[in-house]
């Protein structure tokens, strides 16, 4: 019987959210305010990095509404929301892990 090979998660995913709203707006006009989603993907191998960029560079110049910025192991992709919605949040947090899992099945595993 031959063993199953499993891949290692070659990319990890991590979310983050900024505000550019300071303590004053929250306190005047409630928590309602505009948010930016940060998504950070960084790579394990150096082959997973290169794909990163690639897919950075993709995103980068099909999508004018996100901004996105390479690191040193991985991409940062910033996405501004006009209004702190769960439901966008909810929606945007499921495309990124599925971009994750799509980019993971197009690195081939070890042979």
Do not use: H
Not at 77 to 85: F, G, H, Q, W, Y
Not at 99 to 109: A, C, F
Request: net charge negative.
């Amino acid at each position: 019987m031959q063993k199953e090979t499993i891949q290692p998660e070659l990319f990890d995913l991590s979310f983050t959210m900024e505000s550019r709203a300071s303590v004053w707006d929250v306190i005047y006009d409630g928590f309602d305010q505009e948010v930016i989603l940060v998504s950070k993907f960084t790579g394990r191998e150096p082959k997973a990095v290169n794909t990163l960029y690639r897919f950075g560079y993709l995103i980068s110049e099909r999508y004018k509404d996100c901004e996105v910025a390479p690191k040193r192991s991985g991409i940062e992709i910033r996405k501004s929301l006009p209004e702190d919605d769960s439901e966008l949040i909810g929606q945007w947090t499921t495309l990124m892990k599925s971009v994750r899992e799509e980019m993971t099945s197009l690195i081939p595993g070890p042979q």
